[in-house]
């Protein structure tokens, strides 16, 4: 059984930055970070290969969020900078084990494994 453990939430100042990491316990084929905030739906932030490349970004977040793996460690990074407070949600890591074609790598559907979240708080 695959895991995916979050760490790196926490409460920051707009402007400010924070680090999420996602450790993996095994291979994945694509890796990606969603958030959700009180009473909205869960929403596409980013996401990586698990070999690296084919990045994307949600509009809200580009330019100010860098997903990355680290190899040797077996995990996701998610690089916030430059933070909002509408950036305030819980910050979920996600993985897709059987490269499900038929769903965007935007789509919830997509991804069959998900940490339990980790709270990013951004105060104004």
């Known amino acids: 059984q695959v895991q995916l453990v979050e760490s790196g939430g926490g409460l920051v100042q707009a402007g400010g930055s924070l680090r999420l990491s996602c450790a993996v316990s095994?291979?994945?084929?694509?890796m990606a970070w969603f958030r959700q905030a009180p009473g909205k739906e869960r929403e596409f932030v980013a996401t990586i290969l698990w070999r690296g490349g084919s990045i994307y970004y949600a509009d809200s977040v580009k330019g100010r969020f860098t997903i990355s793996r680290d190899n040797a460690k077996n995990t996701v990074d998610l690089q916030m900078n430059s933070l909002k407070p509408e950036d305030t949600a819980v910050y979920y890591c996600?993985?897709?084990?059987?490269?499900?074609?038929?769903?965007?790598?935007?789509?919830?559907?997509?991804?069959?494994?998900w940490g339990q979240g980790t709270q990013v708080t951004v105060s104004s």
């Open positions: 996600a993985g897709d084990q059987s490269n499900r074609l038929g769903y965007m790598f935007s789509t919830i559907g997509r991804y069959d494994l």
């Open positions: 095994a291979r994945t084929y694509r």
